[in-house]
């Protein structure tokens, strides 16, 4: 895979203007309880008692979409294209002081310390974002911790209560199957920091290749862009 990173200077310029867009994980990932194990971070299942069920078939294994490429998410072993046109976002470009000015709003809106908001925004595997259009670009954010299971499909009402904290409006709960396995998608949206904006999102919780599950946040500013974001993923996620 080609690795598109931002220059540090870039990367602080791009955080800031996500950050007015209301991005950078302004969606939540509202992540469960980690514990450290000899292999690394596993979190508790989102849903900790899983209905057994038949073996879902695969969907096809997918080639790269033209006008793509492809992501990798190395500690899950999988990946999935993006358009060509997106970026990898320089994790560590967040400790710089005019990306944290900017990022600022967004922890203060979710209830954190911009020191407590740097340090879930580097905990991510990676951020890749598309490019600015009128002061906005959309994100995916993976995180790198990974849960025992995926467990059942939870209920509309269920994956609101989960998202309370990001003040989210869950749309739907669909269950989607990947080459690799079954998973599920959570649309939703959150309030914007200017007023009467709206930022849509979609939680997707995935299988990796070792039968263990991940998350992934998609945030948009557009339904329809959000909606397609989530359909090409879903469609292309394969080992890497």
Same mark, same amino acid.
């Given at each position: 895979?080609?690795?598109?990173?931002?220059?540090? &200077?870039?990367?602080?310029?791009?955080?800031?203007?996500?950050?007015?867009?209301?991005?950078?994980?302004? %969606?939540?990932?509202?992540?469960?309880?980690?514990?450290?194990?000899?292999?690394?971070?596993?979190?508790?299942?989102?849903?900790?008692?899983?209905?057994?069920?038949?073996?879902?078939?695969?969907?096809?294994?997918?080639?790269?979409?033209?006008?793509?490429?492809?992501?990798?998410?190395?500690?899950?072993?999988?990946?999935?294209?993006?358009?060509?046109?997106?970026? &990898?976002?320089?994790?560590? =470009?967040?400790?710089?002081?005019?990306?944290?000015?900017?990022?600022?709003?967004?922890?203060?809106?979710?209830?954190?310390?911009?020191?407590?908001?740097?340090?879930?925004?580097?905990?991510?595997?990676?951020?890749?974002?598309?490019?600015?259009?009128?002061?906005?670009?959309?994100?995916?954010?993976?995180?790198?911790?990974?849960?025992? =299971?995926?467990?059942?499909?939870?209920?509309?009402?269920?994956?609101?209560?989960?998202?309370? =904290?990001?003040?989210?409006?869950?749309?739907?709960?669909?269950?989607?199957?990947?080459?690799?396995?079954?998973?599920?998608?959570?649309?939703?949206?959150?309030?914007?920091?200017?007023?009467?904006?709206?930022?849509? %999102?979609?939680?997707?919780?995935?299988?990796?290749?070792?039968?263990?599950?991940?998350? &992934?946040?998609?945030? =948009?500013?557009?339904?329809?862009?959000?909606?397609?974001?989530?359909?090409?993923?879903?469609?292309?996620?394969?080992?890497?």
């Amino acid at each position: 895979m080609r690795s598109f990173p931002l220059t540090r &200077m870039a990367a602080a310029l791009a955080a800031t203007a996500l950050a007015a867009s209301v991005l950078l994980t302004g %969606c939540g990932l509202n992540r469960p309880a980690a514990s450290e194990t000899p292999t690394g971070i596993v979190v508790s299942p989102i849903v900790t008692e899983a209905t057994p069920s038949a073996t879902a078939s695969l969907a096809p294994v997918a080639d790269l979409p033209a006008g793509h490429k492809w992501v990798a998410t190395a500690g899950h072993g999988v990946k999935f294209a993006v358009p060509e046109a997106w970026s &990898m976002v320089d994790l560590s =470009s967040f400790s710089d002081p005019a990306a944290k000015e900017a990022l600022k709003p967004i922890a203060e809106r979710l209830g954190k310390t911009i020191d407590e908001y740097i340090a879930e925004l580097t905990a991510n595997d990676l951020m890749i974002a598309g490019p600015e259009v009128n002061g906005y670009a959309s994100l995916i954010s993976v995180p790198k911790e990974e849960a025992q =299971s995926l467990g059942d499909l939870p209920t509309q009402e269920q994956a609101q209560a989960a998202l309370a =904290s990001v003040q989210a409006t869950v749309t739907a709960v669909t269950p989607v199957t990947t080459a690799l396995g079954p998973g599920h998608v959570i649309a939703y949206s959150t309030p914007g920091t200017a007023a009467g904006s709206t930022v849509y %999102c979609a939680r997707l919780e995935l299988p990796t290749v070792k039968n263990t599950a991940f998350l &992934m946040v998609i945030e =948009s500013n557009a339904v329809a862009d959000r909606d397609s974001l989530v359909t090409g993923v879903v469609t292309t996620l394969q080992k890497a």
